[in-house]
């Protein structure tokens, strides 16, 4: 008996079946059986499923004699055929990872679940790009004691993410239905009424590839039938839970069916015919009748006014409200406020209540207007447009506009519409636009802040050809695009630039840096400056520069830049790193100062000497501690030492970075004890003037700086921002103003109506700048912690994830939660408890705080700079600033 059994149902997909099946035959699971399920397939699949079984003895075939038209029954055949205690479910044109079954089947023996569920990622083809769903739903390894303990886990209705005790299907009678196409909701229903256990891991188990112009049910939304099937889905769904004594749950079903199934229909609807809009609408609005309003209060605000709208038969605003939903997510054209309350349109009604959104609320910047392009026409190169313009909210007064788009600013003059908001025309020559753009029209106000949004075009318009310019509404929404075809110039400068980059690959500047290095002396009055890899003009390496220059040195620096020059002094010499230059410039320079590390496989000039800075200091694990160089792997491992050897001085912050850090890293050098430059401007300075009224923060609030670091098993996911945003915004807003610092490995949008609350600060170069504007901090792990003590200010800890983290993600050298200067919470609750009493709380740990800034702030004399430049670049120190030693080798 195999240890586990993978179904796979296959219909006319002999192409994908064998990338499907090998997945499973590749598992580190090798006790296993495969079941391939064909529902009597009219293409090559019998011939490819045979060639299959013959290269693998533990690849079995069932096939069907008539297609079911759905995928129940063949799930069902390979149930039926399964000869292992577990089973999992694939479809031909998915995958699983590599360690699926084998992690799963380790989870469900461990906990006695009935099933255990895990972390589905959508694989979008071509390109390759992973997305997870609902990925809160799995940020924790957890076990659930039945759906009531947990019943937004109706939204997991998949069947192809779980593995299965076979048991508890058969000793339930639980099978898919045959008669109708979204036979998972069906299933998973039963599946959730029945399960006295279950467990939830957070790992991805499951590949679920998209290819757009693959023929799946669930990319066939555009048939009626297809939504026929999904409201009987549902309907059966909420049968099955009543019948089980489980009515109380029906409303978190249907919220799922609000939530989930029905945005499926709703998010392209303003590119559907209005004849399309009329009939959905007859088929859902019984089932939305039968919706409690108490459930209907629970979703988002516009899915509310959409259900609303179906509901009253009102299919044409239907599809004016749906851009609301996705795309540009485009305000109301008009909007009324009633005692406290906003109302999409301009009637007050209960359904069409949008204050949960904080439209109203918005910062200007952040302001949504409304942008419709009512005509469009044009000549040569010459594109017209007319435009209508929606302010529902009265945000505009006194401004100027303009069109902004590749490269270009047309002023636009507006006039107020006789029909309320505003009428615009502009004419755009595309001769002399760059690249591919979405319009955006612009407001700016006197003060310098301005608003921009898209502009919304008929879904359903045809292209429009413009010398070599496509006009083009992108999207379900309908968003303006437009899209220059390459000229005869374009196209030669492309391949110019192609064969260029063929001669300038890593391994070839590589060779050429080397070749220089050897035959060009290094200028010891230049200096090549980065921070954080070329993304910042920040840290240590900023605090150095500006004491140089302070002094009037004769140094000549030049900055490393990735991105954002925006950032850096108008006089700094820059140069892109990676490119020719860097590589010139490296090889030139006698003197290398970063924070992060210069290109690792790069050697250091002979008589180049590089202070390295580093960036940060804390409980995190680094080095040869932290995961990448963790395991006992000779090549990266040796790419580090060669690294770390180039060093000539470290900058060591505290006695505690000396002893844990110095040595995790490597290093053995020269250390420099005097604490860390970038944190002289905590000691002595203050937030640049006009920055709170930049960030649009009122005067009245105070300010939550939130800093979480990422996870290294997640990172550019988002799952570092793990307080509940909406929660402390309907709590603290009327007090406080959040600033998101996420880390820069990071991606995370912050939500269109938590914007009154919080502001993302992500691309905003100089954390000290908003250190020191906050009245408290809010973090995780960060070594953000280490430099924000030396301020004194209150520090908050969200730690859910500590077990986790320090046991199974980038480890930790110390127990955070023992030495904290501030609490270590670990709910929304509980944080929004602490911030109500900031002074108390943050009293009560004014012991820790003391023993935390001794631990790593002790040198913080705001002198650091000085004392750097000093030993490092020989320069006599100012008149009244003490002398420390330096520190030879590993203290």
């Known amino acids: ?463 429009i050809e413009l010398g070599h310019v496509r006009v083009t509404a992108e999207g379900t929404a309908g968003v303006l695009r437009l899209s220059p075809r390459p000229t005869a110039k374009a196209v030669l400068a492309r391949v110019k630039r192609a064969a260029f980059r063929r001669l300038s690959t890593p391994r070839i500047k590589l060779n050429v840096y080397k070749a220089l290095i050897r035959v060009v002396p290094p200028r010891k009055d230049l200096a090549l400056f980065e921070a954080d890899c070329g993304k910042g003009y920040t840290g240590s390496p900023r605090a150095v520069y500006e004491e140089i220059r302070r002094r009037g040195l004769p140094v000549s620096a030049v900055w490393s830049v990735a991105r954002g020059r925006a950032a850096f002094p108008r006089d700094a010499t820059l140069v892109r790193r990676g490119s020719w230059r860097y590589v010139w410039t490296m090889a030139r320079a006698g003197i290398w100062v970063d924070s992060h590390g210069f290109p690792l496989d790069y050697p250091k000039p002979r008589g180049t000497r590089y202070l390295q800075t580093w960036h940060g200091q804390g409980i995190k694990s680094i080095g040869f501690d932290a995961p990448d160089l963790r395991a006992d792997f000779p090549g990266p491992r040796e790419q580090w030492r060669r690294a770390v050897a180039r060093w000539d001085a470290l900058i060591s912050p505290s006695t505690e970075f000396s002893r844990y850090f110095v040595p995790a890293l490597g290093y053995t050098g020269p250390v420099l004890r005097y604490g860390s430059p970038r944190c002289d401007a905590l000691v002595h300075g203050s937030p640049p003037s006009g920055l709170r009224e930049r960030l649009e923060i009122p005067p009245d609030r105070r300010i939550l700086l939130y800093a979480p670091t990422y996870r290294d098993g997640a990172k550019s996911s988002g799952i570092s921002v793990r307080v509940d945003l909406e929660a402390l915004a309907e709590a603290l807003a009327d007090e406080w103003v959040l600033l998101l610092r996420t880390h820069p490995v990071e991606r995370f949008r912050v939500p269109q109506h938590v914007r009154h609350f919080v502001r993302p600060v992500g691309s905003y170069s100089e954390i000290n700048d908003l250190m020191l504007l906050s009245d408290a901090l809010l973090t995780d792990y960060s070594s953000v912690m280490c430099d924000y003590a030396v301020t004194g200010k209150p520090m908050l800890f969200f730690i859910d994830d500590w077990d986790e983290y320090r046991l199974t993600e980038r480890g930790v050298n110390t127990d955070l939660p023992s030495i904290a200067p501030g609490p270590c919470v670990t709910t929304d609750a509980e944080l929004i408890e602490c911030l109500r009493n900031l002074p108390a709380v943050h009293a009560s740990f004014a012991g820790k705080y003391a023993a935390f800034r001794a631990l790593w702030c002790a040198d913080e004399r705001g002198d650091a700079s000085a004392k750097v430049v000093a030993d490092f670049f020989g320069a006599p120190l100012a008149a009244g600033v003490p002398e420390r030693p330096v520190l030879r080798g590993v203290p």
């Open 1 to 463: 008996m195999p240890e586990c059994t993978v179904v796979v149902i296959v219909y006319n997909d002999a192409d994908r079946l064998p990338r499907a099946v090998r997945s499973v035959l590749g598992q580190t699971l090798r006790d296993l059986e495969v079941i391939i399920c064909d529902d009597a397939s009219t293409d090559d699949t019998p011939r490819v499923a045979g060639e299959l079984i013959r290269a693998d003895p533990r690849v079995r075939y069932v096939r069907r004699e008539v297609n079911s038209g759905g995928c129940g029954a063949p799930r069902n055949d390979g149930l039926d055929a399964a000869l292992s205690p577990y089973i999992l479910f694939l479809d031909s044109d998915d995958t699983l990872p590599r360690h699926a079954c084998k992690s799963l089947l380790t989870e469900i023996e461990r906990t006695g679940a009935d099933f255990v569920s895990g972390q589905i990622s959508r694989v979008f083809e071509p390109s390759g790009r992973q997305q997870r769903y609902y990925p809160q739903l799995f940020r924790k390894r957890r076990v659930v004691e039945g759906i009531r303990e947990e019943p937004e886990l109706f939204l997991d209705c998949f069947c192809t993410n779980k593995l299965f005790d076979v048991r508890f299907l058969r000793r339930n009678a639980l099978r898919f239905p045959e008669d109708i196409l979204y036979e998972d909701h069906v299933f998973a229903a039963g599946m959730y009424a029945m399960a006295r256990r279950f467990a939830v891991v957070p790992w991805v188990v499951y590949h679920w590839h998209r290819e757009p112009a693959a023929g799946s049910i669930s990319l066939s939304i555009k048939e009626m039938v297809n939504v026929r099937h999904r409201v009987e889905a549902a309907k059966r769904s909420d049968d099955i839970l009543r019948a089980h004594g489980l009515a109380d749950l029906v409303p978190h079903r249907q919220r799922r069916f609000l939530r989930q199934d029905l945005r499926v229909y709703l998010n392209p609807m303003p590119s559907r015919d209005l004849l399309w809009a009329k009939e959905f609408a007859s088929v859902v609005r019984p089932y939305l009748e039968r919706i409690p309003e108490e459930v209907m209060e629970r979703i988002d605000p516009m899915v509310k006014v959409c259900c609303h709208l179906i509901r009253s038969d009102r299919i044409e605003d239907l599809r004016v409200a749906a851009r609301s939903l996705n795309g540009p997510m485009a305000p109301p054209r008009e909007a009324i406020m009633r005692e406290g309350r906003t109302y999409w349109g301009s009637t007050a009604a209960p359904g069409t209540d949008i204050t949960r959104l904080r439209m109203a609320e918005l910062p200007y910047t952040a302001s949504r207007l409304r942008h419709e392009v009512v005509a469009i026409t044009g000549a040569g190169t010459r594109l017209r447009l007319a435009v209508r313009t929606y302010d529902p909210f009265g945000v505009l007064s006194e401004w100027t506009a303009a069109l902004r788009c590749g490269g270009l600013s047309v002023p636009m003059e507006v006039r107020p519409s006789p029909d309320g908001g505003y009428e615009s025309e502009v004419t755009v020559d595309l001769a002399r636009l760059r690249g591919r753009c979405h319009p955006r029209i612009a407001f700016t106000r006197p003060d310098g802040l301005t608003t921009t949004d898209q502009l919304l075009a008929d879904p359903t318009m045809e292209a």
